[in-house]
C-alpha cells in the first residue's frame, strides 16, 4: 500500500495522474482481453450454443408428442343419411297407408266400403289415423337429420416415435458430432486469435527495441558529427568528411521516423486486436527489458513430433466430424427404405356428436392406433440419395487424408523454422559481440587520428546491422515457437 501511495505522489509530481499513465500490458493480459473481446470467438460462442440447443432438440425426438387439432366447417348443404324419396314417404306415411287401405277395401269389399264411407265417424278416424301416422313419419325424417352445415372438432394427440428405420438414432449422433465440431471450431478460431496476438505483440516489442536502437545510433553518428566539425573547424578534417558524417545522420533521423511510426501502428493493431481504444497508450512488458529473455534451446524442435499434431490439431478433428456426419447422412437416408412404426393415441370430439345421432352438443371418443408404413417402390429415390451421400463421405474422407498430409509437412517446416531461428540466433549473437569490439577500437583509433571518420560510419553501420539481427532473431525465436506451437494445436 505504501509503495502505491508513494508510486500516486510520484506521478502527482511530475504532472501526471495516475489515469494518464500508460497501461502496462503482459502477453497473457494481451491473450485474454483479445480472446474475451474478439467479435469471431464471440460468434464461435453463439455457434457453441447452437450446436447444443439443435442437440437438445435431436434428443426430444426419442420421446411421446403431444398436439392439439381444432377446427371449424361450414357447408352450403348437410350431409344427409335419407334420401330425398325416402324422406318423402315418411313423411306422408299415413296418407299413403289409409289411401292404399281404402283403395283395397273399395276393390275387395265395395258394398261395405261404400257404407262406412258415407259415416263420418269412421271417415274422421280415417283421416287422423293418416295425419298421426304422417307424424310419426316425419319425426323418424327429424331424428335422421345430421344438421352438418356447422361442424365443430378438436383432437388431442399422443405420438410415439416406436421405429423410425434407425433415423432418429442417427439424427442425434449428427448432432451430437455438430455440437463436437463447433467446440473444435472455437478452439480453431481461438489458436488463430492467439497466433495474431502473439505476432502483434512480439512485432511491438520488436520495433520498440529497434526504436531505441535507431535513437542509440542517431546519437552516435551525432557525436561522430560534431567532433567532425570540431576537426574540420582545426583544419585536420576535410569538408568532404563532413558531409558524409551529415548524410549519415540525416539518414539516422529517417530511420528513427520510420521506426516510431512504425512502432505507433503496430500498437494500433495491437489495441484493436485486445479490444481497446485504438489510441489507447500501452507499454509491454517486454518492451522494458533491455534483452529479450530467449534461451537457445535445441529441444524446442524436439517436441514438435507428427502424432502430436495428428491428435491436438482442431482442424483435423473438424475434418473428422464431417467424415462421422457424412457417415450418419447416410444412414440417415437408408432409413427412407426402412419399414417405420409409429404408435398414436388421443381423444377426438365434434359438434354435431357424431357417435349419438348427430346430436348438437360437442362430444368424442379416446383413440389408441398402431401405424406402419412400409416403403415398396419409389422408383430408386432413396438409392440415388445414399449413393450422393456416400459420395459426399468420400470427399470429406480424402480431405482429410491431405490435410493430415499437409499438417505433417507443416509441423516439420515449423521445427526446421525453429532449430534455425536458433542458429540465428546464435549467429546474431557472435556477430553482436564483433561488432561492439570493432566499433569501440574505430572509435579508439578515430579519437587518436589514427582512423578516418569513414572507418568509424562504415563500423558503426555494421554495429546497427548487426543489433538489429540480434533483435529480430531474438523475436524470430518467439514467433518460430508460437509457429510450431499452432502447427501442434497446442496453443492456449
Known amino acids: 500500500m505504501n509503495r ?11 504532472g501526471i495522474s495516475p489515469a494518464e499513465a500508460q497501461r502496462v500490458l503482459s502477453l497473457d493480459s494481451c491473450r485474454a482481453m483479445a480472446l474475451r473481446n474478439n467479435k469471431q470467438m464471440s460468434v464461435q460462442r453463439v455457434k457453441q450454443e447452437m450446436a447444443k440447443n439443435i442437440r437438445k432438440s435431436a434428443r426430444t425426438k426419442y420421446l411421446p408428442h403431444v398436439s392439439a387439432l381444432g377446427g371449424y366447417v361450414y357447408t352450403s348443404k348437410e350431409i344427409s343419411i335419407l334420401s330425398d324419396e325416402t324422406k318423402e314417404t315418411l313423411s306422408s306415411l299415413g296418407t299413403n297407408g289409409v289411401n292404399k287401405m281404402q283403395t283395397g277395401m273399395s276393390t275387395a269389399l265395395p258394398v261395405l266400403s261404400a257404407l262406412f264411407g258415407g259415416i263420418a265417424p269412421f271417415t274422421n278416424m280415417m283421416n287422423g289415423m293418416a295425419g298421426s301416422l304422417n307424424g310419426f313419419g316425419q319425426n323418424i325424417v327429424d331424428e335422421f337429420r345430421t344438421d352438418t352445415r356447422h361442424m365443430f372438432g378438436g383432437s388431442i394427440m399422443l405420438t410415439q416415435p416406436v421405429f423410425m428405420g434407425g433415423a432418429i438414432v442417427a439424427m442425434n449422433k449428427m448432432a451430437d458430432l455438430g455440437e463436437e465440431m463447433a467446440a473444435n471450431s472455437a478452439d480453431a478460431r481461438r489458436q488463430e486469435t492467439l497466433y495474431q496476438i502473439d505476432k502483434a505483440y512480439w512485432q511491438v516489442v520488436s520495433l520498440h527495441h529497434k526504436q531505441k536502437l535507431a535513437e542509440g545510433f542517431l546519437e552516435l553518428v551525432k557525436k561522430l558529427d560534431g567532433d567532425v566539425q570540431k576537426m574540420i573547424r582545426e583544419g585536420v578534417a576535410t569538408r568532404s568528411e563532413g558531409l558524409s558524417v551529415s548524410v549519415k545522420v540525416n539518414e539516422a533521423e529517417m530511420a528513427v ?12 493493431l495491437l489495441c484493436q486486436l485486445c479490444g481497446l481504444p485504438v489510441n489507447e497508450q500501452v507499454t509491454l512488458e517486454d518492451e522494458m527489458r533491455e534483452e529479450l529473455s530467449v534461451k537457445s534451446e535445441a529441444c524446442d524442435a524436439a517436441h514438435g513430433s507428427v502424432e502430436e499434431a495428428m491428435a491436438n490439431r482442431p482442424e ?4 473428422q466430424n464431417l467424415v462421422d456426419i457424412n457417415h450418419q447422412a447416410v444412414n440417415l437416408l437408408k432409413a427412407g427404405n426402412l419399414p417405420q412404426v409409429l404408435l398414436a393415441g388421443g381423444y377426438t370430439a365434434t359438434n354435431p356428436n357424431v357417435y349419438n345421432g348427430f346430436q348438437r352438443r360437442l362430444a368424442g371418443a379416446w383413440n389408441v392406433a398402431l401405424m406402419m408404413r412400409i416403403p415398396i417402390w419409389n422408383w430408386g429415390d432413396v438409392a440415388y440419395k445414399v449413393r450422393a451421400a ?6 470429406a474422407a480424402l480431405e482429410l487424408e491431405e490435410a493430415r498430409e499437409k499438417m505433417e509437412l ?12 536458433h542458429k540465428k540466433l546464435e549467429m546474431a549473437l557472435t556477430s553482436q ?12 583509433g578515430f579519437q587518436e587520428g589514427v582512423i578516418s571518420s569513414t572507418t568509424v560510419m562504415e563500423a558503426q553501420t555494421a554495429w546497427l546491422q548487426a543489433q538489429s539481427q540480434r533483435i529480430d532473431a531474438e523475436i524470430d525465436v518467439q514467433l518460430s515457437r508460437v509457429n510450431l506451437q499452432k502447427s501442434l494445436g497446442t496453443l492456449r
Open 433 to 444: 559481440q564483433k561488432a561492439d569490439e570493432n566499433l569501440r577500437t574505430a572509435t579508439l
Open 316 to 319: 483435423l478433428k473438424m475434418l
Open 4 to 14: 502505491l501511495f508513494a508510486v500516486c505522489f510520484w506521478l502527482l509530481a511530475v
Open 390 to 395: 456416400k459420395g459426399a463421405k468420400t470427399i
Open 257 to 268: 521516423m520510420k521506426v516510431n511510426d512504425g512502432l505507433t501502428l503496430s500498437k494500433m
Open 410 to 421: 507443416q509441423v516439420n517446416q515449423s521445427n526446421f523454422r525453429l532449430n534455425e531461428a
